[in-house]
Nanobody, 119 residues
Framework: QVQLVESGGGLVQAGGSLRLSCTAS????????MGWFRQAPGKEREFVAV????????DYSDSVKGRFTIDRDSAKNTVSLQMNTLKPEDTAVYYC????????????WGRGTQVTVSS
């Protein structure tokens, strides 16, 4: 059974940092594009960052570029999101995503972890 479990969310003051982790089980994430998305109250889920499989590139939304860093650890089967210089507008539920559709694999979501940034 494929599962993604996020951790590391919490409450932090503006300007602070958090590190989110996503641990995969039931498959190895090396064959998947691994991404982070977020959804704020009353808004649609939006893309945050992605690290593409197989030696591919990373990409970020303009709103987090230069502040967030995505990284995968294939040995631990995890992907992390280091978030620095957090702003109140970063407050959202953050979701981990594994996308293997291009390779004929499935696509999966974690249940999310809450990040709250106070002003």
């Amino acid at each position: 059974q494929v599962q993604l479990v996020e951790s590391g969310g919490g409450l932090v003051q503006a300007g602070g940092s958090l590190r989110l982790s996503c641990t995969a089980s039931g498959y190895h994430l090396s064959s998947y594009h691994m991404g982070w998305f977020r959804q704020a109250p009353g808004k649609e889920r939006e893309f945050v960052a992605v690290t593409r499989c197989c030696g591919g590139t990373t990409d970020y939304s303009d709103s987090v570029k230069g502040r967030f860093t995505i990284d995968r650890d294939s040995a631990k089967n995890t992907v992390s999101l280091q978030m620095n210089t957090l702003k109140p507008e970063d407050t959202a539920v953050y979701y981990c995503n594994a996308d293997g559709l291009e390779r004929g694999l499935g696509a999966y979501w974690g249940r999310g972890t809450q990040v709250t940034v106070s002003s």
